[in-house]
């Protein structure tokens, strides 16, 4: 009998590295499971309109359960400090920062990470907006060990969940979390006695799906009423798709397409008023704005905006 082996599931020395919302039902699934000896996570922020300086979630849940907690500014600075823990094992997800090959060089057992795309299918930050931007079927969660390049470790073991036309970024972010945790939870006692598969991922088959910058939000009406619906889905609860009303930002929540072509109409007008939104002329035809939100005001049923608009029909939105 192969006692190291038995020891090594038993307790391994584990350290979790994670940062926003996502990641929270990761590490309480395997704090559920296994003892964590440290938690690293980005430095606190400040957040909202307040400025009011607070830690992010997953310091949170180190404080909690009384976990030391590791917040470099820079992942470098901590190096030290995590080699003197000795750890046989460092699981990332969502962290936010590239880790060196000084780092993936400590844990024994390697460092693995909890990626929420179908690998090679979107590497990057921002996995789960792309997913509906970019007009995915499918998507779903990849165990893999990191290596230096972005997300191009060797794949451990994925899952996959449908794209549902309802859903959102958020929707889905929910559903994938809750995924990551499960396919950890799943795939952790292979790693730990050394029976798990790695699987190299096809470099012809990568795409990515990098942070959501400023320029994402803007929606074009000269682009489908399809790609329109998906960037404000895939853009929904944040940041928010936009556009521009009467020289004001007005953000887009909801929406959805019509049969109507409105040929004589230009991308941006709006081309008519309905029970539950108002029309507005794309490429190909037409989407309704059904949620809105204007800078400064909270988010309002597009019926409502009408209400307080006259003569909206024949507007043009940039």
């Known amino acids: 009998m192969d006692f190291d082996k038995i020891d090594i599931i038993k307790e391994p020395t584990i350290i979790f590295m994670g940062t926003p919302e996502f990641s929270v039902p990761v590490l309480e699934g395997l704090l559920s499971k296994y003892k964590v000896r440290a938690i690293v996570t980005q430095p606190d922020k400040p957040v909202g309109r307040k400025g009011e300086v607070k830690p992010s979630p997953i310091k949170e849940v180190a404080l909690k359960h009384d976990i030391l907690c590791l917040q470099p500014a820079k992942i470098k600075d901590a190096l030290q400090e995590i080699n003197v ?38 590497r990057g930050g921002a996995p789960i907006h792309h997913a509906i931007i970019d007009g ?47 396919l950890l939870l799943q795939t952790l006692p292979s790693i730990l006695n050394g ?48 556009c521009i009303f009467e020289d004001k930002i007005m953000k887009v929540w909801k929406c959805y397409r019509t049969d109507n072509l409105f040929e004589l109409a230009f991308p941006g007008q709006i081309t008519a008023l309905y029970e539950d939104g108002f029309g507005v002329k794309v490429s190909n035809g037409e989407v309704v704005f059904t949620e809105i939100q204007l800078a400064g005001k909270g988010k309002m049923k597009a019926r409502d905006f009408i209400n307080g608009h006259h003569d909206l029909v024949g507007k043009i939105l940039k």
């Open 136 to 182: 995915y079927a499918k998507t779903g969660v990849t165990i893999m060990y990191m290596a230096e390049a972005m997300d191009a470790g060797d794949i451990i073991t994925a899952k996959e969940i449908p794209v549902l036309d309802e859903d959102t970024a958020s929707s889905l972010h929910d559903k994938l979390s809750v995924l990551g945790r499960d």
């Open 195 to 242: 029976t798990n598969k790695r699987i190299k991922q096809d470099e012809s088959e990568a795409t990515y799906g990098f942070n959501i910058k400023r320029e994402d939000e803007k929606l074009d009406f000269n682009k489908t009423k399809r790609q329109i619906v998906n960037q404000v889905r895939g853009l929904n609860a944040w940041p928010g798709a936009y």
């Open 85 to 122: 823990l000795e750890p046989d094992l460092i699981i990332t997800c969502a962290y936010g920062q590239i880790l060196p090959l000084e780092l993936l060089l400590i844990p024994r057992l390697g460092c693995i990470n909890v990626h929420a795309s179908l690998l090679p299918k979107l």
